[in-house]
């Protein structure tokens, strides 16, 4: 039997600066991602055979979790889920290149020009996607069965995959990921965000998935 882990941040608390803060990113990472770890763990204790699966596979087959603790598998399950990606798709200086100058190759980059006419027009999606989620939630790039790229919202902490599609990129937009720095303007925090995403890691999973 195998607890769910808080992961470490693969980088420092203040490596995603100035476009993201330190105080956001420890409050972020050591308050609210650990809470929902820990409460994932509090929901499975009840069902302890759940442990033998991973946080993603308690998402991908909802209809099988008991019905009793199936929404807070949807919340903390996901919260854990959701915030271990989205560490791993953001780097300093957007994957090592200077910042603002991230920007996808190779194949990925070739599919969202497909898909969305171009990268600026794709972002231009994303964005608008992100800033009309209302309330709390995340925007996602994801890939359908067919390899299809697609822009997304969820609310809350729901992921895609519980609906078969892989999450590719996302973008947390819960006001606890901008406002001590952004305040309510959810869209210069979409602007910026741009320039910590790891496209290397994005490409990977995009190939990988
Ligand atoms: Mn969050």
């Keep these: 039997m195998e607890k769910y882990i808080l992961p470490a941040l693969p980088y420092a608390y203040d490596a995603l600066e100035p476009y993201i803060s330190e105080e956001i990113m420890k409050l972020h990472h050591d308050k609210h991602h650990a809470t929902y770890v820990n409460n994932l763990n509090a ?3 009840k069902n302890p055979e759940l442990f033998e699966r991973t946080a993603e596979e308690l998402l991908i087959n909802l209809e099988s979790i008991p019905e009793d603790i199936r929404t807070a598998v949807i919340n903390n399950a996901g919260g854990h889920v959701n915030h271990s990606m989205f560490w791993e798709i953001m780097s300093p200086s957007a994957g090592g290149l200077p910042a603002q100058a991230g920007e996808p190759s190779g194949k990925l980059a070739e599919e969202i020009k497909n898909q969305f006419g171009s990268f600026a027009e794709f972002q231009q999606k994303f964005n608008d996607e ?15 069965a067919s390899g299809k790229l697609e822009i997304i919202s969820t609310a809350n902490q ?17 006001e606890h990921a901008y406002y001590l720095q952004y305040k309510n303007v959810r869209a210069d925090y979409l602007k910026a965000w741009w320039n910590v995403v790891n496209w290397p890691e994005v490409e990977k999973r995009f190939s990988e998935k």
């Design 43 to 45: 929901v499975i204790e």
């Design 130 to 144: 992100g800033l009309k989620r209302f309330g709390s939630g995340w925007v996602w790039l994801v890939k359908d």
């Design 158 to 174: 729901e992921n895609p995959i519980s609906n078969g599609k892989t999450p590719i990129l996302a973008n947390d937009v819960w």
